[in-house]
C-alpha cells in the first residue's frame, strides 16, 4: 500500500509561562492510500494535537510531515489553506455548519473557493446530499433537522471536493447509539467507494473497531499500533 502521510519524529511543545507542556513526544507515522486509521486515545492524550499537525492546523515544533510527498510543515498558511481545499475534507463532532444556510448551501461551500461555478456546485452538492440520504431535505437549516441529519450534512460537505484525505474528529461524540452506528458506516463506505484515506479520532474504543488500524495514544507518546483483524463489517444504513 502506497503512503499517503508520512510524519518523521514530530515533537509538539506548548509554552504556558515559564513551563513547557509536551502535547506530542517524537511521534512517527506512516498512513496508507485508502486506509482506515483510528488515533485513540483519551482526552489529553494528544490525539487531537496528532489530527492537527497532520491536518496543517498547528505546525510541530519539530519533525516532518509529508502528504502527497510535500512538506507541510515548511508551508506558509496561505500555502495550506490551498492544500487542505484540494486535498483534505474534514468532519467534526460539532458539525460545524452555518446555521443561517441551507444544507445545499453548507455543502457547496468547499466549492467556492475553487471557483466552480453555481451551477455546478449546487449539482454536485445535490449529488452528495443524495448520497447521504438527505435528498430531501436540500433548503432545511440546520436548525430543521436532528443531529443525525446535521452530521450527514457535515459529511457531504466533508467528500463533496473529492479529497485524498478525510479527517473525523469525534464524528459521532453527539450522537446516539443507533445514529453512531449509521454515520460511521455512511463515512466508511463513502471512503472506501473512492479509495479515500480516513482518520477517526476517538476516545471510543466502540468506534475504532471499524478501522483498519488502531493507533493508541497515550500522553503525546505512540503506545501501540495494531491491525484489527475484527473489523466491523458495515452496510450503508437509511436516513437517520
Known sequence: ???????????????????????????????????????????????????????????????????????????????LALFRQKYIGFVFQSYNLLSTFSALENVSLPLIFRNVS????????????????????????????????QQRVSIARAFVNSP????????????????TEEIMALIISMAKEHNQTLIIVTHDVEISTYADRIVYIRDGNIEKIVTNENKKIIEKKGEA
Open 164 to 179: 485524498n484525505i478525510v479527517f473525523a474528529d469525534e464524528p459521532t461524540g453527539n450522537l446516539d447509539t443507533k445514529t
Open 1 to 79: 500500500m502506497e503512503n499517503i502521510i508520512e510524519l518523521n519524529n514530530v515533537r509538539k511543545v506548548y509554552r504556558m509561562g515559564e513551563e513547557k507542556i509536551v502535547a506530542l513526544d517524537d511521534i512517527s507515522l506512516k498512513v496508507g492510500m485508502g486506509e482506515i486509521l483510528c488515533l485513540l486515545g483519551t482526552s489529553g492524550s494528544g490525539k487531537s494535537t496528532l489530527l492537527n499537525m497532520m491536518a496543517g492546523l498547528e505546525k510541530p515544533t519539530k519533525g516532518e510531515i509529508i502528504i502527497k510527498d510535500k512538506h507541510i510543515e515548511k508551508m506558509s498558511e496561505d500555502q
Open 118 to 149: 453555481k451551477g455546478q456546485r449546487d449539482k454536485k452538492a445535490k449529488e452528495m446530499l443524495k448520497a447521504v440520504g438527505l435528498g430531501q431535505r436540500l433548503t432545511h437549516k440546520p436548525s430543521q433537522m436532528s443531529g443525525g441529519q
